[in-house]
């Protein structure tokens, strides 16, 4: 019985700390912009993809996770560049279509340049399963939730304590009160974009070799991300975190204990259910709109 | 008679009080001016009042029912509209459209005429395009009649507001700022604008910086500062209260 | 002047309609024709929430969807006539849209745009998971369609139907724009509390267009499944949505007829690049991104708007 649940809550977290990455490049990326980055869950199919391209192709594992990860970068910096920059005063709308349309357009990239065909890694650290009071969890569950939480961290320490992470805060707080304090604001934008998809490459790569990859992947996983960084409230980073957390856990308990036809479905029922009692998400910013 | 009371209303954003324990009257048929420094809440007033925020706590009352957490549309129809200090105008319309709006609730507008644009339907918006254009006319921006209200110059919008504010056919209007940003010419032009408004009877609250405007116009002062009544009274008395001298160049400084 | 306008393009659309079959040279180009005319219909009702409204949906295909199962799905298990079927579909869709759209738009921007994509989502999973009404993943089967004893057979009938409906839609769109509950619409999309002040329960207005969308959604998906004869979940999908949008998008938001050229475009652009058909999603991410960049408000109102400087420059 128990140990059922600790199953099902362990897997949740594996999956969950993937969505909690996402869900974290969608906070950067809109701190910084406010713009909802579509293509979000592309940057983790690239990383995937890419890596284990490169692997098959005779590169050690860590020269190819490192080349991945720059690779997904420069996606993510061109991205901004070409895409999101030129359409800077547009509506959300606008927005929305161009990074729906960035995303189509990766897709579709990936779909030339590799195929349809599904993709994979070795485990880092072999598949031997670890028995853990009843419930038994892949070594490479450990890997996804060790790297997210160490990227986490990283990312706290960045914000917090480096003279750049701080620029991109206060460009998130006050845009115009930033760039009058000499931050230069468009490196800040590139930057997120960038960080985003190094983020997002890191949780593809981690999670290949328990879930696989093809060029199609990316879409759910993004539009989970977008649920966790709306959960959590856009904007707010260690919300996305647990947005993404809750995120993965429900869907792992629903998919055990109710349906797991309706795995996918339980994100988006959970979402709607706390949109339609906290429009601004659990630990969104509130307030009343000025006029 | 009061058209207007409020007691003791109060309005804080997360601890801080904007409007603090406010009690006053508004009488019908007078110019009824707001006056304060930047900050003193008197904005917040007029949302309060309009319904576009809930108050903390307290009442207020129009025509002595009471329209405490009433949504804004619901007091328009009670006859109570306003302009904004800062303009919300729907930039995707014409100017008459704009104002054509403001007649919304003159119009009975429903789906299905609307979708078949019914005779009906074309007659009663032929009479009120009419009207909206002599609405323009008098607030003074008969020439952009059937311009885009985005092409159109920032004093001409303020007058826009007035005139979308005046098609609902309200008892009391309050204008916030309507001279702000404006020049000497186009100030007095509203000015004149507010008096013939105010000549056909509707109850004006105003609020406003400058002072010679208010001093010219208004028939009763209510002086804020930090959210709290600090004056009150004739143009006379106000001007030479101490207290509202004092926070004047306290905020000058 | 504005009126003018207005009867020019709808008896300019009237021509096109009645003669473009001339140039067809095969039935094939009848299909492809059928399904533009029904993305357009779809598309005008959209565009009153989104473009005109200022309310975006990336979850309309799940309506779409809805009434074409509520059609096939009444037809053919309960020998509904197809008329009644399309109505009930209408009205069932009609009155989950009102349940879900009071919540739904108090949400502004991003927000609003996940939960109608979560709604979408939801729709198109149970779709595919309740095998046992809708046929899961295989679909399910729709008859033709008749009224009074009268069948509509073949791609070519289709399509005087889809051209009729999609110039009653436009009527009706023109209309309701130019009307007092239009402006309202058109007053929510430019300021919310400016219209809140004049008397506009700016609630009420978006809770009635993203119901009249929806059952515009719904009509048009109960045509379509009886025009096709097999749907699918697919049509009910994220994927469809986003093209949804993006035909109103790119024809241009707040044109009525944008969005009848938008839906025209996207539906015909995969029928021309089956060519280079790896290449499809490229070029269709490529015209998504490329549009919004250098013509934010669309082919038509940008077009519109060249033409008359031109003219005003002569
Ligand atoms: N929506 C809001 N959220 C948080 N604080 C607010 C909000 N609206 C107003 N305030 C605060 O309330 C106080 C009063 O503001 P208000 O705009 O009412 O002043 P005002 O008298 O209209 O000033 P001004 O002359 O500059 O227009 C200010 O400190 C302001 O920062
Ligand atoms: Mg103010």
Redesign the interface.
């Known amino acids: 019985m128990f140990a059922e649940f600790l199953q099902y809550l362990l897997s949740g977290i594996t999956v969950g700390a993937i969505y909690a990455l996402a869900g974290l490049g969608f906070a950067i990326i ?1 701190n910084s912009s406010h713009v ?1 980055n579509f293509a979000q869950g592309e940057f983790i199919m690239i990383g995937g993809m890419a890596t284990s391209s490169l692997v098959a192709a005779g590169l050690p594992m860590w020269a190819a996770v490192l080349l991945a990860v720059l690779i997904t970068m420069l996606v993510g910096v061109a991205l901004e560049y070409f ?1 999101v920059k ?2 800077r005063n ?9 990074t ?10 990936a ?2 340049i590799w195929d349809k065909e599904s993709h994979s890694l070795p485990a880092f650290s072999g598949e031997t399963p670890i028995h853990l009071m009843g419930a038994t969890i892949v070594p490479q569950s450990l890997w996804v939730i060790g790297v997210s939480f160490l990227a986490i961290l990283v990312l706290g320490w960045f914000f917090n304590r480096t003279l750049f992470g701080k620029a991109m805060l206060a460009t998130a707080y006050n845009r115009l009160a930033a760039q009058l304090m000499g931050i230069r604001v468009k490196r800040v934008l590139t930057a997120s974009f960038g960080m985003s998809a190094i983020l997002g490459a890191i949780g593809g790569i981690v999670v290949t070799p328990i879930t696989y990859t093809n060029y199609e992947a990316g ?1 759910m996983l993004g ?1 989970k991300g ?2 966790a960084a ?1 959960l959590g409230g ?1 904007g707010n980073g260690m919300g996305a975190v647990v947005g993404g957390l809750i995120v993965g856990v429900a869907e792992s308990l629903g998919a055990g204990y109710i ?1 797991s ?2 795995k ?2 339980i994100a ?2 959970i ?2 259910f706390v ?2 009692f906290m ?3 659990l630990f969104g910013k509130r ?2 709109e000025r ?1 | 008679m009061s058209l207007l009371r409020v007691n003791e209303l109060s309005k804080g954003f997360g601890g801080v009080l904007a409007v603090a324990d406010l009690s006053f009257t508004i009488n019908a048929g007078t110019i009824h001016s707001i006056i304060g420094p930047n900050g003193a809440g008197k904005t917040t007033l007029f949302n309060l009042i309009t319904g576009v925020y809930r108050p903390t706590s307290g009442r207020i009352l129009f025509d002595d029912v009471d329209i405490t957490g009433k949504r804004p549309y619901e007091l328009a129809a009670l006859g109570m509209s306003r302009t904004f200090q800062n303009l919300q105008i729907f930039f995707n319309m014409t100017a008459v459209e704009n104002v054509m709006v403001g007649a919304h609730l003159h119009l009975q507008p429903r789906l299905l005429p609307s979708l078949l644009h019914l005779p009906s339907v074309r007659r009663r918006d032929a009479a009120c395009r009419e009207r909206c254009l002599e609405l323009i006319e008098f607030v003074g921006c008969g020439k952009y009649r059937d311009a885009d209200a985005a092409s159109m110059p920032y004093g001409a919008l303020k007058r826009l507001e007035i005139a979308r504010a005046l098609a609902s056919q309200p008892r009391l209007l309050l204008l916030d700022e309507p001279a702000a940003g404006l020049n000497a010419t186009e100030s007095r032009e509203i000015d004149d604008v507010i008096k013939r408004v105010a000549a056909q009877g509707v109850t004006v609250v105003l609020v406003e910086h400058d002072m010679k405007m208010v001093m010219g116009l208004s028939d009763h002062i209510l002086a804020l500062d930090y959210g709290r009544k600090l004056a009150e009274g004739t143009p006379e008395e106000v001007g030479k209260n101490p207290d509202v001298i004092n926070a004047y160049l306290g905020a000058a400084n | 002047m504005q009126m003018k306008a207005r009867t020019t393009g709808l008896a300019a659309m009237a021509i096109i309609i009645a003669l473009l079959p001339i140039t067809f040279p095969n039935p094939y180009y009848y299909d492809i024709a059928d399904t533009a005319l029904f993305n357009a219909v779809l598309c005008v009702g959209l565009n009153l929430l989104i473009g005109y409204t200022g309310q975006i949906s990336l979850g309309h295909a799940g309506f779409f969807a809805l009434g074409a199962y509520a059609s096939a799905i009444l037809t053919l298990r309960w020998q509904v006539p197809p008329l009644a079927a399309l109505l009930a579909g209408a009205v069932a869709v009609g009155a989950l849209a009102f349940v879900i759209a009071r919540p739904i738009l108090r949400l502004k921007g991003h927000y609003l745009a996940m939960a109608t994509l979560g709604i979408g989502i939801i729709i198109y999973i149970v779709l595919n998971t309740e095998g046992w009404l809708t046929g899961g993943p295989d679909g399910l089967m729709a008859d033709n369609f008749t009224v009074l004893g009268w069948k509509i057979k073949g791609d070519g009938s289709w399509y005087w139907v889809g051209g009729g409906l999609l110039l009653l839609a436009v009527w009706l769109s023109l209309n309701l724009i130019d009307s007092p509950v239009g402006r309202a619409l058109r007053a929510v999309h430019g300021s919310e509390v400016g219209a809140e002040v004049v008397g506009v329960n700016t609630t009420h207005y978006k809770v009635l267009v993203f119901v009249v969308s929806a059952v515009f959604a719904s009509v048009v998906g109960s045509l379509y499944a009886h025009k096709t004869g097999l749907i699918t979940p697919g049509i009910g999908s994220f994927f469809r949505s986003v093209e949804l949008v993006t035909m109103v998008v790119l024809g241009g938001m707040a044109s009525t007829f944008g969005a009848v050229v938008g839906a025209i475009i996207l539906s015909v652009l995969p029928h021309v690049l089956t060519t280079f058909e790896d290449y499809e999603a490229v070029v269709l991410g490529l015209i998504m991104m490329s549009t919004m960049i250098f013509m934010p408000k669309g082919l038509v109102p940008t077009v519109m708007r060249r033409l008359r400087r031109r003219r005003a420059a002569a």
């Open positions: 809109y909802i895409a030129p359409a547009a509506d959300v709308v606008t927005i929305i279509i161009i729906i349309g960035a995303s189509i357009f990766l897709r579709g990239m779909q030339i879409v539009l977008f649920s709306v856009l349906s036809a309706y996918d479905a988006f029922v979402i709607l949109l339609f429009p601004s998400g307030g009343t006029v």
